[in-house]
C-alpha cells in the first residue's frame, strides 16, 4: 500500500494539493485541440505500425516522457524517469470501457500474441476513436518499480513531464503536473491496468506480473518546448 502523506484532490476545475503544511490551489489547463490531437495521433501511428510487424514506431516517444520528480534529498533531490503514459475515460465512461477490455482479455488470452494482435489493437482504439471519450486534463500511468520517482511523488506529489518527438523537428512539450496515487478498488486504477495489460506478452514491453500503483497527472501547466531560430541579436556567441 501507498504511503500517502500527501492529498490530492480534483474539483471544479481546480487542483488542490496538501502536502505537509503546504496548501496549493491550481486551475487545471486541459490539452489544447491540438495538442490532445498531437497525442491522439502518435498513439494510432504506434498502433498502424504495430499492426505491420514493425514495432510501436518512431512516435512511441509521445507515449514514453521523461518524467522528472522532487524530493528531499541533498545533494540531488530530482529524479528523472521514462514512464509509459496513456489517456483514460472521462469518469462516466470509465466503467464500460473496463467491461470492453475485460471481454477482449478473456477472449484472447489463451490465444498466441500474433493471432490476437488486431483484436487488442482495436480494442485500445476504442477509447481513442469515440470523440469526447477522452480526459482531455489528465494522463495516466502505471507504477511498476516504485523506486525513486514513488518516494517523491508521495512526499511532494508534483511532476513534470518532457515529451519530444523525433527529429529533425524535435516537437516538444512540458506539462506540469499534480500527481494523484491510486490503488484498487479506483475503477481509473483498473482502466490503466487493463489498458497495459493488452500488450503486456508483446515484445516492446518489459513484462511485469503486477503494478504497485497507478499515477493520474492532472495537467497545471503547458510549454511549448520544440527548438527554433532566436533573433541573431540575441545571441552572445556567433559560429
Known amino acids: 500500500m501507498t504511503r500517502k502523506a500527501c492529498t ?24 489544447t485541440a491540438p ?10 501511428a504506434g498502433y498502424e505500425s504495430l499492426s505491420r510487424g514493425k514495432g510501436p514506431g518512431p512516435l512511441f516517444s509521445r507515449h514514453l516522457p521523461v518524467v522528472s520528480t522532487t524530493g528531499l534529498e541533498e545533494p540531488f ?5 521514462h514512464k509509459g503514459v496513456g489517456f483514460w475515460p ?5 466503467e464500460e470501457h473496463i467491461v470492453r477490455l475485460e471481454e477482449v482479455l478473456a477472449r484472447t488470452k489463451d490465444l498466441p500474441p500474433e ?10 482504439a476504442w477509447l481513442l476513436d469515440e470523440p469526447g471519450s477522452v ?40 506539462l506540469d503536473c499534480a500527481v494523484q496515487i491510486l490503488e484498487p478498488p479506483d475503477p481509473r486504477f483498473r482502466y490503466l491496468q487493463l489498458a497495459r495489460s493488452l500488450f503486456e506478452r508483446d515484445p516492446f514491453h518489459v513484462t511485469q506480473p503486477g503494478v504497485h500503483c497507478a499515477y493520474l497527472f492532472w495537467i497545471v501547466g503547458i510549454h511549448d518546448k520544440t527548438p527554433h531560430p532566436v533573433d541573431e541579436k540575441s545571441v552572445r556567441h556567433r559560429y
Do not use: C
Open 77 to 81: 533531490p530530482t529524479r528523472l524517469a
Open 135 to 174: 480526459e482531455p486534463g489528465s494522463l495516466g500511468s502505471l507504477e511498476i518499480f516504485a523506486g525513486g520517482t514513488y518516494d517523491n511523488l508521495v512526499r511532494r506529489p508534483l511532476a513534470s513531464l518532457l515529451f519530444t518527438d523525433p527529429g529533425p523537428g524535435y516537437h516538444s512539450f512540458q
Open 90 to 94: 472521462k469518469p462516466e465512461m470509465t
Open 8 to 31: 490530492v484532490l480534483v474539483k471544479d476545475e481546480h487542483v488542490r494539493i496538501k502536502m505537509h503544511e503546504e496548501t496549493l490551489s491550481l486551475p487545471l489547463v486541459p490539452l
Open 35 to 44: 495538442l490532445l490531437n498531437w497525442f491522439l495521433q502518435g498513439r494510432k
Open 115 to 124: 493471432q490476437s494482435l488486431r483484436q487488442r489493437l482495436e480494442a485500445a
